[in-house]
């Protein structure tokens, strides 16, 4: 099965996010030892959690008739951190999103840089408005991914919880497909190792 995230992980990898992406991070739960729980920091920090970076790719849709706004969203990606410093983030950004997007987040302390490499860059101050209109999609991701991973794997350790996070964004990503399975297959013989040249 790890071979198979893997393979899912290196397809969706192939694929940049274009035009609007809002951009946060969640905190995932991941299994410890049982010799180390004692030791735990609590909070943001604890080594209980990984910090994972999600985009969401949304376009914002507007019903000529009643003018009521909304958004459709279309791909996400999620990338688990070592790390929340600036210099991490921004090396996802330029891996996940085009140069050419706009990007949505919050004021966190971690985004400063994150106008040099996106054309536009929109930080709106926390609130729960914001999560429920400008960074929507992105907290529904996380939300249904925790709750996923939680009912299905009960506890993931951190080492494999990026191969896990790459089975759920595929299948989301597919959403709208017939078959993943067929998809699955044509992502298996894909020469994955001609692009690292």
Not at 77 to 85: S, V
Not at 145 to 153: I, M, P, T
Request: aromatic share 12%; with cysteine; proline share 2%.
């Amino acid at each position: 099965m790890h071979r198979l995230r893997d393979i899912m992980g290196k397809r969706d990898a192939l694929y940049q996010l274009t035009d609007m992406v809002e951009f946060d991070e969640g905190y995932f739960e991941k299994a410890v030892p049982e010799k180390t729980r004692g030791k735990l920091k609590r909070g943001r920090g604890s080594q209980r959690q990984t910090n994972v970076a999600v985009m969401a790719e949304s376009v914002p849709l507007e019903d000529i008739e009643t003018g009521e706004t909304s958004k459709h969203c279309r791909y996400f990606k999620m990338k688990a951190l070592e790390t929340h410093k600036a210099k991490e983030i921004n090396e996802v950004l330029a891996n996940s999103i085009a140069l050419q997007s706009v990007v949505f987040t919050d004021q966190s302390t971690s985004y400063i840089d994150m106008a040099d490499f996106m054309e536009v860059h929109i930080a709106e101050k926390s609130s729960k408005q914001t999560t429920v209109e400008t960074l929507q999609w992105v907290h529904i991701a996380i939300s249904n991914a925790k709750r996923n991973l939680l009912g299905v794997y009960h506890k993931i350790s951190g080492e494999y919880l990026q191969s896990y996070l790459d089975e759920f964004v595929y299948k989301l990503n597919r959403r709208y497909f017939k078959s993943v399975f067929e998809r699955l297959v044509v992502a298996s013989v894909y020469p994955y190792w001609y692009t690292n040249e």
